[in-house]
């Protein structure tokens, strides 16, 4: 079993939100940060945003802020992305990435030990 499990992918129409879900319950404890990172094709793979265990530690890139959402529910060992008014070129594989550790350094997928399988998201009339 996948150490982290993602779910929520799919076709939206530009305008239109999605919610991603990942599962950390294959975790032992929620002493870990976590991150989002997506990949479109012919580039690399780059963050999204990032949490750590606690409430005010987010990070967001330039290109989703004020759009997206992180949230996580560490009693449940989940976390979240909310994503409004999507645009054409927020399609992409989303991978939910995890750390051991109530903090991160960088919103970077050098940083992030445990990945999840990616979930496809397309937007498009």
């Known amino acids: 079993q996948l150490p982290l499990v993602e779910s929520g992918g799919g076709l939206v129409q530009p305008g239109g939100s999605l919610r991603l879900s990942c599962s950390a319950s294959?975790?032992?404890?929620?002493?870990?940060?976590i991150g989002w990172f997506r990949q479109s094709s012919g580039t690399k793979r780059e963050g999204v945003s990032c949490m750590g265990k606690d409430v005010g530690s987010e990070d967001y890139a330039d290109s989703v802020k004020g759009r997206f959402t992180i949230s996580r529910d560490n009693g449940n060992k989940m976390t979240y992305l909310q994503m409004n008014n999507l645009k054409p070129e927020d399609s992409g594989v989303y991978y939910c990435a995890a750390k051991w550790g109530s903090v991160y350094r960088n919103c970077d997928v050098n940083d992030f030990h445990f990945w999840g399988q990616g979930t496809q998201v397309n937007v498009s009339l």
């Open positions: 294959g975790f032992a404890s929620d002493h870990y940060a």
